[in-house]
């Protein structure tokens, strides 16, 4: 029954986490060196292979460990809410 519950909060932790990491990478493509513009898109002409090897590079690894961070804390959170880790 627990589990059934979960999935509409594990849903909505996803969703949010999502937001979080793409304002996280965001800011941390401001950081970069010569990152004056936005992220570079895949199919952008203008743009260097380099560029988007990077830039996919960076997001993949911010929303890997924004996505893990948050599924963490919110299976956590239904723990400490429900006394049930959800599987």
């Known amino acids: 029954m ?3 519950l979960y999935k509409p909060v594990g849903l909505l932790v996803s969703v949010l986490g999502g937001i979080a990491a793409t304002a996280v990478f965001k800011q ?3 950081l970069l060196p010569n990152s004056d513009t936005a992220a570079p898109e895949a199919k952008d002409p203008s743009r260097s292979w380099r560029e988007i ?3 996919a590079t960076v997001q993949g690894a911010v929303f890997g460990g924004v996505k893990a961070l948050v599924d963490r804390a919110g299976a956590r959170g239904f723990q400490k809410a429900t ?5």
Do not use: F, N, Q
């Open 2 to 4: 627990l589990k059934v």
């Open 28 to 30: 941390l493509w401001r």
């Open 53 to 55: 090897a990077v830039a």
């Open 83 to 87: 006394g049930t880790w959800p599987r």
